[in-house]
Nanobody, 113 residues
Framework: QVHLVESGGGLVQPGGSLRLSCAAS????????MAWYRQAPGNQRELVAS???????VYSNFAEGQFTISRDNAKNTVYLQVSSLKPEDTAVYFC???????WGQGTQVAVSS
């Protein structure tokens, strides 16, 4: 059974940074595309970025230049570096095994002064 566990969220001031982590188990992690999504209160879940097994990355327009997705196959972990945070980045951030309904429980990011 596949498990995804996100961590690294928290409360940060505008302009701050965080590194979110997602640890995977139960899959051959290195062969799968992984993705980060986010869901703000009252909004639908939206794609932030994805990374293929070959480390090709794709970003949503809003994420370009502010978010960086990466992976460490030796640790079965995918990361999301978020910087220059704004209040509108407040959301629960989820990890996803691309193309499946496998999700983590999410990690809350709150941006406020």
């Amino acid at each position: 059974q596949v498990h995804l566990v996100e961590s690294g969220g928290g409360l940060v001031q505008p302009g701050g940074s965080l590194r979110l982590s997602c640890a995977a188990s139960g899959i051959i992690f290195s062969i799968y595309t992984m993705a980060w999504y986010r869901q703000a209160p009252g909004n639908q879940r939206e794609l932030v970025a994805s990374i293929t097994d070959g480390e090709r990355t794709v970003y949503s327009n809003f994420a370009e230049g502010q978010f960086t997705i990466s992976r460490d196959n030796a640790k079965n972990t995918v990361y999301l570096q978020v910087s220059s945070l704004k209040p509108e980045d407040t959301a629960v951030y989820f990890c996803n095994q691309w193309g499946t309904e496998v999700w983590g429980q999410g990690t809350q990011v709150a941006v406020s002064s």
